[in-house]
């Protein structure tokens, strides 16, 4: 007998399977929760793992061929390629060129994708993505499936026992990408404005009433897993959202966010403010021993930056910077921007680094053009952009202690303001084309 969740779980993925050959956006959302959740770890998928089934691959799959059979409904806004896509495929060679022209990656690949598989399907899936996720109805949609996620991984976090912590932090929930503890808080980290943006837009209690256990349960988790740098990018996050909040709803926001915090601080423990209080400590103080092997692993990967300008090759910092630190051999930088530019050198992390400014300033652009929609849907485009560019902001300063540069969840976001520049140019377009029908009428 299966439980019900088990059945729940198989029918929602044969279903989506489906779904997602007549309508792409379905596959784009069953994607994002198996990554978000990773069924392969849960155990109501237990009974099926003797199936072979890659739930992954097969949505990937479905997606591509609802978006090679439905290509004719698709509306790409103004242009086919955005500038951000023609960044992430710069990106993309370089990290096949150094793979190809860099030294061979020993051992740490063996049993997982190696960087540049891994991100080659990272650029499939946002391409998908950014050509399919194109108005404000698909947009809504794949933002409420975030929500849902961050919802069912607070539970799942909320409900472990005990056994569950290690060295006092929770680990083990989620998907592949998740397994260390630091790489989920700052998914959840920046979770924490989408889930404020929907509750900000929600015209319908129901929908409101989602987003209250989903904020609490996601901020819960953040404290469990006693992460620094989801801290460090919550902290940042806040004061940008002050600095950029829309002036229609400042005062909501400010009022939102003294509340957030007043709740944060309600569910954290004795454990988390201690480890909080060693992020900054005084000059007479001894720092922890995390927060200095930090600082060597990244000082030695400048100096790897300055042997070899052109990177140490993707994949290859783990059997390099044993090398500089022999007592660190293995070791990650601990370090987003670190990495990218020790492996892929500064031309990799110059385009990294304008795929950052692109998706910014993506922001500020909708912010300014959604001036040319009526006032209703103008407004909702401004929250929308406000809300993704302080996910932006917080999955970036996470980055500065938290390595995830060859993750989805970083690029996901990253080019998200893209949606959401197709979803702009085609309700522009719709709108326009609606103006010339009432003119010719009249």
């Known amino acids: 007998m299966?439980?019900?969740?088990?059945?729940?779980?198989?029918s929602l993925f044969f279903i989506t399977v489906l779904g997602a050959v007549f309508l792409p956006h379905i596959g784009v959302y069953g994607y994002l929760a198996d990554y978000c959740i990773g069924p392969s770890?849960?155990?109501?998928?237990?009974?099926?793992?003797?199936?072979?089934?890659?739930?992954?691959?097969?949505?990937?799959l479905a997606t591509i061929l609802g978006f090679a059979f439905?290509?004719?409904?698709?509306?790409?806004?103004?242009?086919?390629?955005?500038?951000q896509e023609i960044l992430i495929l710069l990106f993309a060679v370089i990290a096949w060129v150094s793979f190809f022209t860099g030294s061979p990656t020993i051992a740490r690949y063996s049993t997982v994708d190696h960087p540049t598989v891994k991100f080659t399907k990272i650029v499939v899936f946002?391409?998908?993505?950014?050509?399919?996720?194109?108005?404000?109805?698909?947009f809504n949609g794949f933002l409420w499936v975030f929500v849902w996620c961050a919802l069912v991984l607070g539970l799942q976090a909320w409900g472990l026992p005990?056994?569950?912590?290690?060295?006092?932090?929770?680990?083990?929930?989620?998907?592949?990408?998740?397994?260390?503890?630091?790489f989920l808080a700052a998914f959840m980290a920046a979770m924490l404005p989408i889930i404020g943006i929907q509750l900000l837009r929600s015209?319908?209690?129901?929908?409101?009433l989602l987003c209250l256990p989903a904020a609490a349960f996601t901020a819960n988790t953040i404290v469990l897993y006693r992460s620094r740098g989801a801290f460090v990018g919550i902290f940042v996050g806040c004061m940008a959202a002050m600095l950029m909040a829309p002036k229609r709803h400042k005062k909501k926001i400010v009022v939102g966010l003294i509340l957030g915090a007043l709740g944060g601080l309600y569910v954290t423990d004795q454990q988390f403010l201690e480890r909080m209080t060693t992020i900054v400590v005084g000059e007479d103080e001894q720092r922890d021993e995390s927060s200095v092997s930090r600082l060597r692993l990244w000082q030695a990967g400048i100096q790897m930056v300055y042997d070899?300008?052109?990177?140490?090759?993707?994949?290859?910092?783990?059997?390099?910077?044993?090398?500089?630190?022999?007592?660190?051999?293995?070791?990650?930088?601990?370090?987003?921007?670190?990495?990218?530019i020790a492996e892929l050198g500064v031309h990799g992390f110059f385009i990294f680094a304008l795929v950052i400014i692109f998706a910014l300033n993506e922001t500020r652009k909708i912010r300014k053009f959604s001036g040319r929609l009526p006032p209703e849907i103008e407004n909702d485009f401004i929250i929308l952009a406000f809300g993704i560019c302080i996910s932006i902001v917080i999955i970036l300063a996470c980055g500065l202690t938290i390595t995830m540069i060859y993750t989805e969840t970083?690029?996901?976001?990253?080019?998200?303001?893209?949606?959401?520049?197709?979803?702009?140019?085609?309700?522009?377009?719709?709108?326009?084309?609606?103006k010339t029908e009432r003119a010719k009428a009249l």
Not at 2 to 10: M, V
Not at 70 to 83: D, P
Request: charged residues 25%; contains cysteine; glycine residues 10%.
């Open 2 to 10: 299966f439980s019900i969740k088990s059945l729940i779980f198989i």
């Open 162 to 182: 005990r056994r569950s912590f290690i060295s006092g932090r929770l680990e083990g929930i989620g998907g592949a990408d998740f397994a260390e503890s630091n």
């Open 126 to 138: 946002v391409f998908l993505m950014t050509h399919i996720i194109t108005d404000r109805n698909k």
């Open 203 to 208: 015209k319908k209690w129901l929908s409101k």
């Open 308 to 340: 070899k300008p052109t990177g140490i090759g993707i994949g290859n910092w783990y059997q390099t910077i044993g090398r500089y630190i022999p007592d660190y051999e293995g070791k990650d930088s601990h370090n987003t921007f670190v990495k990218c």
């Open 41 to 60: 770890g849960q155990w109501w998928e237990e009974p099926f793992r003797g199936l072979g089934l890659r739930y992954s691959f097969t949505l990937a």
């Open 70 to 83: 439905q290509r004719h409904k698709l509306r790409f806004g103004y242009a086919i390629l955005q500038g």
């Open 410 to 434: 970083i690029w996901i976001l990253l080019m998200l303001p893209v949606c959401l520049r197709r979803s702009l140019e085609n309700a522009i377009i719709e709108h326009e084309a609606g």
